[in-house]
């Protein structure tokens, strides 16, 4: 990966305790998965910032080599992966989502 590009996305994950990459808005999710995700963090009340994938194609294929995951959307909490939609819906169904944000 292009060091450039890294620390593009290195700088958008550490930009808050939570961050979100996502296809679409937090007000108008473009897919399904990232629409649940978003909906999870909200009913939590968990503040988090998102970036919309598809608003820059560089970023969107880069975030997927950063992290090893194919997939969008990426959660991060104080800089660390996450994953995607299922790991946190799973995470906020056994109550462990919550704790990560306050804790890690």
Do not use: H
Not at 4 to 18: F, G, H, P, Q, T
Not at 86 to 91: A, G, M, T
């Amino acid at each position: 990966m292009e060091e450039k590009l890294k620390n593009r996305i290195v700088e958008l994950i550490n930009s808050s305790r939570v961050f979100l990459f996502m296809k679409g808005t937090s007000e108008q999710p473009q897919c399904g998965f990232s629409a649940r995700v978003v909906a999870v963090l909200k009913n939590l009340e968990i503040e988090f910032k998102f970036f919309d994938v598809y608003s820059d194609e560089e970023i969107r294929q880069g975030i997927k080599e950063y992290a090893d995951w194919p997939t969008i959307p990426q959660l991060y909490i104080n800089g660390k992966f996450i994953g995607g939609c299922d790991i946190v819906v799973e995470l906020a169904e056994e109550g462990e989502l919550k704790k990560m944000v306050n804790f890690i």
